[in-house]
């Protein structure tokens, strides 16, 4: 009997070990993907960046295009950085939902390919005017512009609300975070969508003053939630519940 007692405390010890080593990898979880939702903020600049690419005669104007290539290259962080996010909480909401954790990772690189696209749009109309195309190539010009432009509203406007909704769904589901952050991403998302509705449908200009404000509580949700995880990371009693449960049922056995 004692020897059995002993056996059973000797695997309550190891297990209680082994929850505090997926503590620890938890944690590690939650500081990146803290990290990198605070990268994607980068690319806020691109606002003033891509000003001068947007007017008429861009191809054919004076001037360096050192801005729209820097543009560039904060958006693909930033897509890089998106997919990291997904990636980094996949491992912890996938116990929670399998297939709507796997559905935030596909839509994220998603929303990568689409700025990466957009991107591309871009540096060509720069090839354009380094190569000297001139007026010949005016209309190409406006119209890689323009595909750039709807290419945003997909891709950094209507995807970014759909992960925000799909991780506001699994936050507040498993209480990693409080509710009231996940509720931001929950509310958040549909404003947005409504935003880009809006703009669709010629209700309001993209390039509006107006149209930042339906984005308002994504960034909010999206820079709050990586303020928190760096700082506080997931709520222990949220992922610490299962494996606990496991341990004294291991143990009772």
């Known amino acids: 009997m004692r020897k059995i007692y002993s056996n059973r405390k000797t695997a309550v010890i190891t297990a209680a ?15 990146a993907a803290g990290v990198l939702y ?29 801005s729209v290539i820097i543009g560039g290259i904060l958006e693909i962080i930033v897509a ?8 980094a909480l996949y491992p912890v909401l996938k116990k929670q ?26 540096l060509t109309v720069v090839t ?3 190569t000297g195309a001139g007026s010949d190539a005016l209309v190409t010009s406006h119209s890689l512009v323009t595909m750039y432009d709807r290419m945003f509203l997909i891709g950094q406007s ?31 998302g549909p404003i947005l969508i409504a935003g880009d509705i809006c703009v669709l449908f010629g209700l ?3 390039h ?9 509580p994504v960034a909010l949700f999206e820079f709050s939630l990586g303020i928190y995880l760096i700082v506080k990371g997931f709520k222990t009693t949220a992922t610490a519940e299962e494996d606990t449960d496991e341990i004294i049922q291991f143990g009772r056995d």
């Open 158 to 188: 209507f995807l970014p609300a759909v992960n925000d909704i799909l991780l506001g769904f699994l936050l507040f589901q498993s209480r990693l975070v409080p509710r009231g952050l996940s509720l931001i991403g929950l509310i958040g």
């Open 17 to 31: 070990s082994t929850e505090r080593a997926m503590m620890s990898s938890t944690r590690k979880h939650a500081l």
């Open 208 to 216: 509006d003053p107006s149209t930042g404000l339906f984005a308002v």
């Open 204 to 206: 309001i200009g993209q």
């Open 128 to 130: 354009l005017r380094q």
């Open 38 to 66: 605070l990268l994607t903020f980068v690319s806020i600049p691109t606002l003033a960046l891509y000003s001068s690419i947007h007017g008429a005669n861009y191809i054919m104007g004076p001037g360096p295009d050192s």
């Open 80 to 87: 890089l950085a998106g997919i990291g996010t997904a990636v």
């Open 97 to 122: 939902n399998e297939g709507v954790a796997l559905g935030l990772v596909g839509s994220r690189i998603l929303e990568a390919g689409t700025i990466f696209a957009g991107v591309m749009f871009l």
